[in-house]
């Protein structure tokens, strides 16, 4: 069974009809990007998978289980850090533990054992102000790691960085995925991004939405950030890009 199973999920948002019907899953331990135009429902689709939204038709499985419309199953990892610039790092993280009733120390100490995979050791008392934009959005995918380690949801975590950046984050996040192996959906509008971190693509029309290409990635991903030089990936890049109309 898919750790994640999306059936035939339609929405309409302000009399326009957004999501027309998407079908779509992750297996466990996939990392599944999801590429579309601006506005065509990809964060719609989200806030539906993590049961902040309910859908006008269709159903969200994982394991086997129906969550339509229940929160708490997944962790969601919006653009935009959210850190809370009055907290020191280690108290921003360790939130989603306070929220789940550990006590605050408690939950600072469990918190604090990931900070050398996240590679935010020597930042717990710093502020949100203080740190990069990598290291914040570290700062903010060890607190979604947290509130539910084995799904995320993750809706363009990197689109605000540099392009250095970028790609050192996208190194960072391949390093963590092997070590922690969650199951991934990754939002992007970046196909060689989607095609450097996916096991799997889905590739969404404009409105109303529909999965225009599901594509499966044949090769492995690069280490340390060397390009990509497996000879099918010129052909796939095109028909993702085939897809987006590009």
Same mark, same amino acid.
């Given at each position: 069974?898919?750790?994640?199973?999306?059936?035939?999920?339609?929405?309409?948002?302000?009399?326009?009809?957004?999501?027309?019907?998407?079908?779509?899953?992750?297996?466990?331990?996939?990392?599944?990007?999801?590429?579309?135009?601006?506005?065509?429902?990809?964060?719609? /689709?989200?806030? $539906?998978?993590?049961?902040? *939204? !309910?859908?006008?038709?269709?159903? +969200? =499985?994982?394991?086997?289980?129906?969550?339509?419309?229940?929160?708490?199953?997944?962790?969601?990892?919006?653009?935009?850090?959210?850190?809370?610039?009055?907290?020191?790092?280690?108290?921003?993280?360790?939130?989603?533990?306070?929220?789940?009733?550990?006590?605050?120390?408690?939950?600072?100490?469990?918190?604090?054992?990931?900070?050398?995979?996240?590679?935010?050791?020597?930042?717990?008392?710093?502020?949100?102000?203080?740190?990069?934009?990598?290291?914040?959005?570290?700062?903010?995918?060890?607190?979604?790691?947290?509130?539910?380690?084995?799904?995320?949801?993750?809706?363009?975590?990197?689109?605000? /960085?540099?392009? $250095?950046?970028?790609?050192? *984050? !996208?190194?960072?996040?391949?390093? +963590? =995925?092997?070590?922690?192996?969650?199951?991934?959906?990754?939002?992007?509008?970046?196909?060689?991004?989607?095609?450097?971190?996916?096991?799997?693509?889905?590739?969404?029309?404009?409105?109303?939405?529909?999965?225009?290409?599901?594509?499966?990635?044949?090769?492995?991903?690069?280490?340390?950030?060397?390009?990509?030089?497996?000879?099918?990936?010129?052909?796939?890049?095109?028909?993702?890009?085939?897809?987006?109309?590009?």
């Amino acid at each position: 069974m898919p750790e994640i199973l999306v059936e035939g999920v339609s929405k309409t948002l302000g009399g326009l009809l957004t999501l027309g019907e998407i079908n779509l899953k992750a297996g466990d331990g996939d990392f599944v990007g999801i590429l579309g135009p601006s506005g065509c429902g990809k964060s719609t /689709l989200f806030n $539906i998978i993590s049961g902040l *939204m !309910q859908p006008d038709r269709g159903r +969200v =499985f994982i394991d086997g289980q129906d969550v339509t419309g229940r929160t708490g199953r997944v962790s969601y990892m919006r653009q935009k850090d959210l850190l809370l610039p009055s907290l020191n790092i280690i108290e921003n993280v360790s939130i989603p533990l306070v929220l789940k009733g550990m006590p605050k120390k408690k939950a600072c100490a469990e918190a604090a054992l990931h900070f050398n995979r996240f590679g935010l050791a020597g930042f717990e008392n710093y502020y949100p102000r203080q740190l990069s934009g990598g290291m914040r959005q570290r700062a903010a995918m060890l607190r979604t790691y947290l509130f539910s380690s084995d799904i995320l949801l993750l809706d363009e975590p990197f689109a605000s /960085l540099d392009a $250095i950046t970028k790609r050192k *984050m !996208q190194v960072w996040l391949i390093d +963590v =995925f092997n070590a922690v192996n969650p199951t991934v959906m990754y939002i992007t509008h970046d196909v060689d991004e989607a095609l450097y971190l996916c096991d799997r693509i889905y590739v969404l029309s404009g409105c109303p939405t529909v999965v225009k290409l599901e594509i499966s990635i044949p090769f492995r991903r690069p280490a340390h950030g060397r390009t990509i030089i497996d000879a099918a990936y010129g052909a796939i890049r095109d028909k993702v890009m085939e897809a987006l109309e590009i």
